[in-house]
């Protein structure tokens, strides 16, 4: 007999539009041992005043199950306890050390036993687990989670990540016949002394914003500062001579080169794009004055991006009331990066602080950066979930390419380079070390594998 509360929970998913659109369909595109978790989040008026989290379970041979989770205060608090820890500052003495190592593992199994353990009786067959987070569950890298013998998911099973189920239903294009072409993006010059930053946007077909828009901005960026990157130079230098080895032709836009104009007014889609620079995250977004009309999607997507040549510069005249064109401005935000043609791109690495954040939106994912990159046509997306550290962006993007130049798809490798690279870590500095380093490296991805 079916449960009145699954009953209330699929009507609440199929009105908001959550649902999957065509379930079936979507199961054909999982390979075989293969199982998508989908979770969702139900608000207070849906279950007796309380908001609470569930999952759809879907998989080529087996019906669709529809799980319930738990409160989502509670698996909420928990996210934001681990979420918490990663970012505590250094540096740490050995007791310290030692004490965090027990509360990562403590937070992990304490998230595995409120997400994962309610599943297990529906992933007895499963091989790889395609997950689609929803809410605070976007910050989470679920490969990270332990159960209670203290073996992590990411051990137990592939795990791969979707911004939405739909997006399994997209068709995956074959680059391999054409010319592989990469774009390196770094080492951005935020505080531009060249007018080369500040072109004409007659062309551009950019996006315009009016003073109030641009004065909520100015009000939410207010403190940030992007410092320089000069690693990152170093970081796309040596990427160069890889990428061309492997029969790749390779563009790099540097300095004063990497500037908003140069970028979107390139022509064809490259293979791979590899932006290393500041992601940033405008958490405190004033929406008082925003008008009827704005969509709640739309306010999201203005709520982060990435900093390229001259973003300093723009910050600055927003606060003294200045607004430079919003297509040259060095601020490249997430429904501006949705406007790009990334068709046939494979991947895209977001090699910067933050990048995944944005706001949790129903049903969509997350609308921050990988929605306006997956929105613009890239495959899969590389991305941190919370600020990453420079020695170890380089071992985990050293192993990644090699892996990916080798053929392997990238959110296949992207799981191997963190099974690895975790195990190795944790041996050799421990589990907080390891999880606050190489945890936040996550793939997103679309289509079939």
Not at 80 to 92: I, V, Y
Not at 143 to 150: I, N, P, T
Not at 181 to 208: E, M
Not at 229 to 238: A, D, N, S, Y
Request: proline share 5%.
């Amino acid at each position: 007999m079916v449960d009145r509360r699954d009953l209330i929970a699929l009507d609440h998913l199929i009105t908001q539009g959550n649902f999957i659109a065509d379930p079936n369909a979507v199961a054909k595109k999982l390979r075989r041992g293969e199982i998508l978790v989908d979770f969702f989040e139900l608000p207070p008026a849906t279950f007796g005043g309380e908001s609470v989290y569930g999952a759809v379970v879907v998989s080529r041979d087996a019906p669709i199950q529809l799980i319930r989770l738990g409160r989502a205060e509670t698996i909420n608090g928990a996210v934001k306890t681990f979420r918490d820890l990663m970012q505590e500052p250094g540096p740490f003495s050995d007791p310290v050390l030692a004490d965090l190592n027990d509360e990562t593992t403590a937070i992990l199994k304490k998230c595995h036993r409120l997400m994962i353990e309610p599943l297990l009786p529906h992933l007895s067959n499963a091989e790889r687990l395609v997950i689609c987070p929803e809410g605070q569950l976007l910050f989470l890298p679920f490969d990270s989670l332990k159960s209670k013998s203290g073996e992590s998911i990411g051990d137990r099973w592939e795990i791969t990540y979707v911004n939405a189920a739909r997006d399994l239903l997209r068709e995956r294009i074959d680059s391999s016949r054409g010319e592989k072409t990469a774009l390196l993006v770094g080492n951005p010059n935020f505080r531009s002394t060249s007018s080369a930053s500040s072109r004409s946007a007659s062309s551009t077909g950019g996006l315009s914003f009016d003073s109030r828009s641009i004065a909520n901005l100015a009000e939410a960026s207010r403190g940030i500062e992007f410092a320089q990157l000069p690693g990152t130079q170093e970081e796309i230098t040596k990427l160069s001579p890889k990428l061309t080895a492997a029969g790749f032709r390779v563009d790099t836009l540097s300095g004063e080169e990497a500037t908003e104009f140069n970028l979107t007014n390139r022509t064809g889609s490259p293979t791979i794009l590899h932006f290393a620079t500041h992601g940033f995250f405008l958490n405190d977004l004033p929406v008082a004055n925003r008008s009827p009309e704005d969509s709640e999607t739309e306010s999201a997507m203005l709520l982060s991006g990435l900093a390229l040549t001259g973003a300093q510069n723009t910050l600055e005249a927003w606060n003294k009331g200045t607004i430079p064109s919003p297509a040259t401005d060095g601020i490249f935000l997430a429904s501006e990066v949705s406007r790009l043609d990334l068709t046939g791109t494979g991947t895209v690495i977001l090699s910067a602080c933050e990048t995944a954040v944005g706001k949790a939106l129903s049903g969509e994912g997350v609308e921050g950066l990988r929605s306006g990159l997956t929105l613009a046509g890239a495959e899969s997306v590389v991305l941190t979930l919370w600020p990453v550290d420079d020695t170890a962006t380089v071992e985990v993007m050293d192993l990644f390419y090699s892996k990916i130049l080798s053929g392997i798809p990238s959110p296949i490798a992207m799981a191997e380079v963190k099974r690895e690279l975790l195990s190795k870590t944790t041996k050799a500095e421990g589990e907080y070390i390891a999880q606050r380093f190489i945890g936040p490296f996550i793939v997103t991805r679309s289509g079939g594998l």
